[in-house]
C-alpha cells in the first residue's frame, strides 16, 4: 500500500509522480505524492513541486533536516475541491506525537499542478481520536 494511505502500491500511486513517470492529475494526487516525499525525505521533489515563484534551493538541506528528525505516522485527506486539499500529517518527533493541519493551494504552471502555497491550523489531537501511531486505539489511552 502507497505510504499516502490510497489502496494502490506506492509505484502506481505516489511513486510514479515522484519519480517523473507521470504527472500528478489533480491537487490531490500532487499533495499525496508531496507528502510520501516527506515520508521517503526527497526535498528535491517536493522543491520541483512547487511553483516557480516559491522555489528556494536553500530549502532543500531544511527539508531534508527536518524530514530525517521525524517519523511521518499517517495522512488524512480532510477535503479536495478544485485546487485546494485540506489535510492532517501526523508524525512524531524527540516531544511526541504531533499534527500537521494545512489547506493547500494548487496551480497549474506549464501545464502541470504545483504546490503554490497554504493556510496552516492551530490544531492538536483530539484524546478520542484514533491514535495516529496505528495501534487502534484511542488517543487518550495510547501515546498522550
Not at 486539499?85 to 493551494?105: C, M, P, Q, R, W
Request: charged share 35%.
Amino acid at each position: 500500500m502507497c505510504i499516502c494511505g490510497s489502496n494502490k502500491d506506492f509505484d502506481s500511486c505516489c511513486g510514479g509522480i515522484i519519480s517523473h513517470k507521470r504527472e500528478a492529475q489533480t491537487p490531490q494526487e500532487l499533495m499525496r505524492s508531496r507528502y510520501s516525499a516527506y515520508v521517503k525525505a526527497d526535498a528535491r521533489y517536493l522543491l520541483l513541486s512547487t511553483t516557480k515563484e516559491n522555489q528556494y534551493v536553500d530549502d532543500v538541506e531544511l527539508i531534508e533536516d527536518f524530514c530525517t528528525q521525524v517519523d511521518w505516522l499517517k495522512l488524512d485527506v480532510l477535503n479536495a475541491k478544485d485546487d485546494t486539499v485540506e489535510f492532517k500529517a501526523y508524525y512524531k518527533d524527540a516531544t511526541g506525537i504531533k499534527v500537521l493541519h494545512e489547506k493547500s493551494n494548487f496551480v497549474k504552471e506549464d501545464g502541470v499542478w504545483k504546490y503554490k502555497d497554504g493556510e496552516l491550523y492551530n490544531s492538536k489531537i483530539e484524546r478520542n481520536e484514533s491514535c495516529p501511531c496505528g495501534s487502534g486505539k484511542k488517543y487518550k489511552k495510547c501515546c498522550a
